[in-house]
């Protein structure tokens, strides 16, 4: 297949916050976009220029589909965000109350089946030019480094997605293809941005497909984009 004249971007997980917003920032940046849900509004997401893909974070299958969907129409992607979560909380005395289906359905959508959209999108990469930026970017949290009962499932699964990021960035970063667990916090304080703020995560994402280096796997921010050293408690340009 001939190479794109632009860019493709694929987001799974196109919600009202941080979805859209990633979404408009790599179309403003010259690429054509496919975005992801299980359910879309097809007119509205065509609306903004942007392909739309119906597809189930829990079923490998339809996470195929999407990727085949995508390249068919587009072309390869350069840029996959998975941004995606999925939480049932329960009691902090109790987590182990929620059924093991419902456990299980928070672990492979908050990270496990990353491990798929990972492995495509690192095949899709394989079929651009060398001299295209080709990035997979998951977006994150704090639960790999705290304990919190009360999100078992989604904890689980997004110590998996680190774990997936940490491997595929060591092992395909120096061949150029660059992997990023992406989580954003509050500046004062180190704690979780609740709700996330949109526009500070399209911006690092941006920034980060436009990076040229790997770089740290983990990349943490605030809320105006700012690099955060989680471990030293304090900005990054203060260390």
Known sequence: MSAPSKPVAFILGYGANIGQAVARKFKEGGFKV????????????????????????????????????????????????????????????????????????????????????????????????????????????????????????MSVGKRALANIIEASA??????????????????ATGGAQIPPTAEAHADVYYRLYNQTEQGAWEVCFTETGELYDRVAGKLASSA
């Open 170 to 187: 060591g092992a395909y970063g120096p061949q150029g293809y660059r992997f990023y667990f992406a989580h954003g916090v509050i500046g």
């Open 34 to 153: 496919a975005v992801s849900a299980r359910k879309l509004d097809g007119n509205a997401v065509r609306e903004e220029g942007y392909l739309d893909i119906s597809v189930n974070l829990e079923s490998v299958d339809s996470i195929r589909n999407g990727f085949n969907r995508v390249e068919k129409e587009l072309g390869p992607a350069a840029a996959v965000i998975y941004n995606a979560s999925s939480w049932n909380n329960v009691d902090a005395s109790d987590p182990l109350a929620n059924s093991y289906e419902t456990f299980f359905t928070d672990v492979v959508v908050s990270g496990v089946n990353a491990y798929e959209v990972a492995r495509l999108a690192k095949a899709g990469f394989d079929k651009l030019p060398a001299s295209t930026p080709s990035v997979f970017i998951g977006t994150g949290n704090l639960l790999p480094w705290i304990n919190l009962p009360v999100m078992l499932g």
